[in-house]
């Protein structure tokens, strides 16, 4: 059984294999981290970060640093293998998603949040996504398909899907917070993307915090302390 190394300075992380019952529940393989003060009767704000092309569901945790105390994470896993390592939402071809498979990985996706409420005391009204590289295409896709399941979106060096025709230029995403960040120096996927994904959410309502950091395909000091500040406003503010 694949199971990642995950950090070890976390005592409240919980690993979900595919031998646990909340792995049937789910749908996915994922890792938890649950406040203690947390109940069914008082839940706790939610973070989903979804990994990119390649990862699992231990390569998240570097971006904890940018949660508040009080908000659980939970970090999931892609549902398919690459034959060589890690695991992918969804395949492509020359970073343009084949429609099938992105359409099956956003209904995985949520399946597997819905189900959260069910296994976890966390508060789906308070759903906030971090998608990093092919993991913030996943989040984008599901944020457009289902605009009034989530608190706010942070896409990190990653890219817009194609926005549906019935769809653009309307008022879907009133309000929504949305934090982008991209580097500049980015090779993997253009900075372009990140330009016109910042394009796509202005012209769907979205309230957009954009940045460009001179990097390649990753965070910096910088970026980190955006997000850090853009999360936390989001917490205070509900």
Not at 39 to 59: F, I, L, Y
Not at 71 to 84: E, F, K, Y
Request: hydrophobic letters at 45%; charged letters at 15%.
């Amino acid at each position: 059984m694949y199971k990642p190394a995950l950090p070890n300075n976390i005592d409240s992380l919980k690993w979900v294999g595919p031998d646990d019952p909340a792995y049937s529940d789910s749908g996915l393989v994922h890792c938890t981290d649950i406040p203690e003060e947390a109940t069914q009767a008082n839940p706790a704000p939610v973070v989903v970060m979804v990994h990119g092309w390649g990862g699992d569901e231990s390569v998240m945790w570097l971006f904890r640093q940018t949660l508040p105390s009080g908000v659980a994470i939970i970090t999931p896993r892609a549902p398919l293998a690459l034959d060589s390592k890690g695991f992918i939402w969804f395949e492509d071809t020359n970073l343009d998603p084949i429609p099938a498979s992105l359409e099956a990985a956003v209904n995985t996706l949520e399946y597997f949040l819905g189900s959260l409420p069910q296994l976890y005391p966390v508060d789906p009204t308070r759903l906030v996504l971090i998608g990093f590289s092919q993991g913030a295409f996943m989040c984008n896709a599901f944020v457009v398909a289902h605009p009034d399941k989530v608190l706010g979106v942070a896409s990190l060096v990653g890219a817009m899907p194609p926005v549906p025709k019935e769809v653009g230029h309307s008022n879907l995403l009133a309000g929504l917070p949305v934090f982008i960040a991209h580097g500049s120096r980015d090779d993997t996927i253009p900075v372009r993307a990140a330009q016109l994904t910042r394009d796509a959410y202005t012209e769907l309502g979205g309230d957009v915090t954009y940045g460009e950091y001179p990097v390649a395909h990753k965070m910096n000091s910088q970026a980190m302390k955006d997000l850090k500040a853009w999360v936390g406003k989001l917490f205070s503010a509900r």
